[in-house]
């Protein structure tokens, strides 16, 4: 799972990036993804709820790891 990164700011038109910006933010901003079993640990620091186990998990050394999450 890679991060996607937003428009780059280009030429002139400040306020068709804006729009774009905002767009991008708007689409990618969501709640914790869930994992689903068919995601790799490859990435390090990628988050996901973790349905099965009740938790969170984040990738580290091509594992998920599971956090500790108090009361």
């Known amino acids: 799972m890679s991060v996607q990164t937003p428009p780059p700011p280009l030429g002139e038109n400040w306020k068709s990036w804006g729009e ?6 708007t689409t990618n901003r969501d709640k914790l993804r869930h994992k689903t079993g068919g995601e790799s640990a490859t990435e390090d620091g990628v988050m996901m709820w973790d349905d ?3 938790t969170i998990v984040v990738s580290k050394n091509n594992v ?3 956090l ?4």
């Open 20 to 25: 774009r910006l905002n767009k991008f933010i």
């Open 68 to 71: 500790k999450l108090d009361p």
């Open 52 to 54: 099965t186990q009740g």
């Open 64 to 66: 998920w790891v599971k």
